[in-house]
């Protein structure tokens, strides 16, 4: 089965909201709410993809030391495995804008049940809760 190295971060506020951006029509799982991030490139690090993925779909600028690692999923979809490590940030520089015309929310993380997420994201919100 293919496999899938996706890096992801859960950006936290000034208030502890997480944000989520909800995946477009067209694409696989159109109208769930993911975090940002996306797939590693080969060449690059995890943290290289995500300081990429950040600057194209948000507008936003990150430094690979303000990336902490939270935890990671390993999920077997019916189509192929997702390896997703799920990192923090709580630091960047520019103001989050959906450059890609994606939906965003800013959410506490005791409210992120209430978003229909992406099955490998659900065994994460617990460790994001527990941050605070
Ligand atoms: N960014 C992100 N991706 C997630 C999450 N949960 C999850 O299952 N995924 C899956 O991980 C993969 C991320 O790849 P991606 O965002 O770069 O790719 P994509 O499906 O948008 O397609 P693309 O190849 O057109 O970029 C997708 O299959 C996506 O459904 C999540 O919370 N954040």
Same mark, same amino acid.
């Not at 936290?12 to 909201?17: E, P, V, W, Y």
């Not at 951006?21 to 029509?25: F, L, M, S, V, Y």
């Not at 109208?31 to 797939?39: A, S, V």
């Given at each position: 089965m293919r496999s899938v190295l996706? @890096? @992801?971060v859960a950006l936290? /506020? =000034? /208030?502890?909201?997480v944000l989520i =951006?909800?995946?477009?029509?067209g694409k696989p799982m159109a109208?769930?709410?993911?975090?940002?991030?996306?797939?590693v490139e080969a060449g690059e690090t995890p943290e290289d993809a995500l300081i990429r993925e950040l600057d194209e779909e948000l507008g936003i600028h990150v430094k690979a030391a303000c990336l902490a690692p939270l935890n990671f999923v390993s999920h077997r979809y019916d189509d192929f495995h997702l390896l997703m490590l799920l990192h923090v940030c709580r630091r960047w /520089?520019?103001?989050?804008?959906g450059?890609?015309?994606q939906a965003l929310k800013w959410v506490k993380p005791l409210k992120l049940r209430e978003f229909p997420m992406p099955a490998a /994201?659900?065994?994460l919100i617990p460790d994001l809760i527990e941050l605070f």
């Open positions: 996706v @890096a @992801a936290i /506020d =000034a /208030d502890g909201r =951006a909800q995946r477009p029509e109208g769930l709410w993911e975090f940002p991030g996306g797939k /520089d520019g103001s989050v804008t450059r890609e015309g /994201d659900l065994p």
